[in-house]
């Protein structure tokens, strides 16, 4: 599912068209994917901040 993730931020779509031509499960799954990265990005940049004080 990463790796699928990676290539949908680099623009790149498993279904030929744009992002209507994909389907609802694979947008769901990069929906999830993204909000587990951007959570796991926030606590590492306040764990870094935290032990910078």
Known sequence: M????????????????????QTNPFLQAMEIVESAVAEYEERRAAAGNAASR
């Open 2 to 21: 990463f790796r699928l993730y990676r290539h949908y931020k680099n623009g790149f779509l498993p279904v030929s068209g744009g992002i209507l031509d």
